[in-house]
């Protein structure tokens, strides 16, 4: 299934890099995303991207907007993984980052489209 790595504890301003590596499955062929959940407070969209690697609008991913210019969603087709660089790191950043994969995707921001989930992992970011 999915497998996300890389968190752990961080000071503000510092840079982590999540990985969600696939075993049984060929992430290329899957629309994938990053979501995150801190304590208390509802799953929310962090980034995706699609197969292709190309939106709807042309670029190559969707951020949310307090990620946008600090996140980078990346893929490596030939390591079967996908990856989040997360740079300049505030604490409101803290929580647990899932990975997800979808088929086939309606809304990228919604976590009703994925169809798989990684066990997640925990980013926290000390102030």
């Known amino acids: 299934q999915l497998q996300a790595s890389g968190g752990g504890l961080v000071q503000a301003g510092g840079s982590l890099r999540l990985s969600c590596a696939a075993s049984?499955?060929?992430?290329?062929?899957?629309?994938m995303g990053w979501f995150r959940q801190a304590p208390g407070k509802e799953r929310e969209f962090v980034a995706a991207?699609?197969?292709?690697?190309?939106?709807?609008?042309?670029?190559?991913?969707y951020y949310a907007d307090f990620v946008k210019g600090r996140f980078t969603f990346s893929r490596d087709n030939a390591k079967n993984t996908v990856y989040l660089q997360m740079n300049s790191l505030n604490s409101e950043d803290t929580a647990v980052y899932h990975c997800?994969?979808?088929?086939?995707?309606?809304?990228?921001?919604?976590?009703?489209?994925?169809?798989?989930w990684g066990q997640g992992t925990q980013v926290t970011v000390s102030s």
């Open positions: 997800a994969a979808a088929q086939a995707v309606v809304m990228p921001t919604s976590p009703s489209n994925y169809d798989y």
């Open positions: 049984g499955r060929t992430l290329r062929s899957y629309y």
């Open positions: 991207i699609p197969r292709s690697g190309v939106t709807r609008s042309g670029s190559k991913t």
